[in-house]
């Protein structure tokens, strides 16, 4: 159902009931709890993300309004998120923050026809070693591009390999910037232990407030965002569409699709982690179309890709959220901070925010998941460092790309070992021993029985064709598929070439217990009606009473 959770609260009596002047109030102060959170993440995000940290704040305004009141879900909360870190500065280095700006307009629109389409569904089918592949892989990245600005060293012009960063690292430990480090190590120290029962001041938003007050009331010789990137802009920029060419959109569509993709990924799974909390269903495409209009409307402001983030939308649940009201109050708190505290967010140290992303870093690597892993078969252990080696030493567009291709290699694979084409004929005659209509002596000189198991589709086909080669001695050949739930083309054409075989042999071939699909694929290549010697019956009895039949004609 394409309708916005708000629009159906407000439109059913019952659910309006929600709506009262205290529950209001409650929403409100959870967005503004949020915000509070939302503040220092989007600021860090954006930093990390190659970009100046107003953008990440105009992606979380605007996305975050937009996709809370237009989503599927009743607490989601959108903005900027770690996710797309390694992408967006990716696309920045390559094609500028033009490109990126143009990316994320592609992506809004990849996304609201994924949302049209239907393709909720869909997403919820992409194998967990992938997503905890990259997901760590963009943890390690993460924390990676921090190093920098949490020690001081004061780099330029950064290697983009992961080895060569770390390698620079070392090779300038001499250039150690004692103060940065001390407020790193101080952000650190009280995002960790900072009491979770003061949920007014966020551990974050704690960490620079203390740390930004030490390095100006005592002068600390440590980088802050306005030395590193100059006056920032309070507020929003006038909104511009993107201006596209052929060759930008070209250039530019893998990246879009890869934004998107995590996209939808992100914003899916945060949704139902929320549905978990608060025991109630978004609705997917819902939320897919609201976050393609939001990552449309954030490009016009030159805002970053937007998704649900599950840290935040856990603290809005954790505070009282339960309606869109707290996600769109989030929206318009962040505008008010811009509009009368940017001065002061320019004060922050830059250590401090590489302190958050370490933090934020070790979160999103879900260690335990990935250790857990390498308990499951071999192929998902593949599948699952193929994702995450290529995500840290190559990049997130490749690491998909491979990953999902090997997953789904391996995925055929194994439903290619699952199936089987056996000669059944001892365990039919046993079956069918006590009958006295059907002559088994006939039948175990002209009839040949086979039994499939497992789908039927182009992974299987070949065994198939290689079983059944030698078909001469023979009258009939049955096959039982009972055990086939699904065929696909190159299936179908495996049989038909059976079929021809049968054909220029003199053999009638009658199929046993055909399922649904199965029959519906045949029918639609004209299998069921057009093709002579081919019969279909309801089951093993019925089949070896017309091969009787047909040997008798024979």
């Keep these: 159902m394409l309708r916005p959770k708000l629009y159906t609260l407000l439109k059913t009596k019952q659910d309006r009931k929600e709506f009262t002047k205290k529950t209001i109030l409650r929403e409100v102060m959870a967005g503004f709890v949020v915000a509070c959170i939302a503040l220092p993440l989007s600021v860090a995000l954006a930093i990390a993300s190659g970009v100046t940290p107003e953008r990440g704040l105009i992606t979380a305004v605007v996305a975050g309004f937009l996709i809370s009141a237009l989503g599927g879900s009743r607490v989601q909360i959108s903005g900027p998120t770690a996710a797309f870190v390694v992408i967006i500065y990716g696309i920045v280095a390559q094609y500028g923050v033009d490109g990126l700006i143009a990316a994320t307009f592609m992506a809004g629109i990849i996304l609201t026809a994924m949302g049209f389409l239907k393709f909720g569904s869909f997403l919820k089918y992409i194998p967990y070693p992938v997503v905890t592949g990259f997901t760590s892989g963009i943890a390690v990245v993460l924390f990676t591009g921090q190093v920098n600005d949490f020690l001081g060293l004061g780099l330029k012009d950064m290697p983009a390999g992961f080895f060569a960063k770390w390698q620079l690292y070392f090779n300038s430990l001499n250039l150690l910037n004692p103060a940065a480090l001390f407020i790193g190590a101080l952000a ?19 960490a620079l407030v203390v740390t930004a007050a030490m390095a100006q009331i ?31 959109i070209s250039s530019l569509i893998r990246p879009a699709f890869v934004i998107a993709f995590l996209a939808g990924i992100e914003s899916l ?38 998704t649900g983030a599950i840290a935040r939308t856990a603290a809005n649940i954790d505070n009282g959220g339960r309606t869109p009201i707290s996600g769109m109050a989030h929206g318009l708190f962040l505008l008010l901070m811009m509009l009368c505290f940017m001065r002061y967010i320019s004060m922050i140290p830059m250590a401090a925010l590489a302190a958050i992303l370490f933090v934020v870093a070790y979160k999103m690597s879900s260690w335990r998941s990935f250790a857990d892993l390498f308990k499951a078969p071999v192929s998902d252990i593949a599948v699952l460092l193929t994702t995450f080696a290529l995500t840290v030493v190559k990049d997130l567009v490749v690491a998909i790309e491979a990953g999902l291709l090997l997953a789904a290699l391996l995925f055929m694979k194994r439903m290619s070992d699952v199936y089987r084409v056996s000669k059944a004929d001892d365990d039919i005659l046993d079956e069918v021993r006590h009958k006295d209509d059907i002559d088994l002596k006939e039948i175990t000189k002209n009839v040949v029985v086979y039994e499939i198991n497992g789908p039927f589709f182009f992974g299987a086909a070949n065994m198939f064709v290689d079983t059944l080669e030698n078909l001469a001695d023979c009258k009939v050949l049955v096959l039982r598929m009972r055990s086939v739930p699904a065929m696909d083309a190159t299936g179908y054409h495996a049989l038909y070439k059976i079929y021809k075989r049968c054909r220029a042999n003199n053999i009638y071939m009658v199929l046993s217990h055909v399922q649904a699909q199965p029959k519906k694929t045949l029918k639609k290549f004209g299998f069921t009606e057009q093709t002579d010697g081919v019969y279909f019956c309801k089951d093993i009895d019925a089949s070896l009473q017309k091969a009787k039949e047909l040997v008798e004609v024979k």
């Design 188 to 206: 650190l120290c009280i995002i960790i232990f900072w009491p979770k029962k003061i949920k007014w001041l966020p551990a974050y938003l704690a």
């Design 218 to 248: 005592f002068k600390l010789p440590a980088a802050t965002i306005e030395s590193t990137f100059g006056v920032i802009s309070a507020g929003l920029p006038m909104p511009k569409i993107p201006v596209l060419t052929l060759e930008m």
């Design 269 to 306: 799974l945060s949704a139902v982690v929320a549905d978990g909390m608060i025991g109630k269903k978004h609705r997917s495409n819902m939320e897919l179309v609201a976050g393609g209009i939001g990552n449309i409307v954030s490009s016009f402001f030159g805002g970053l890709p937007a």
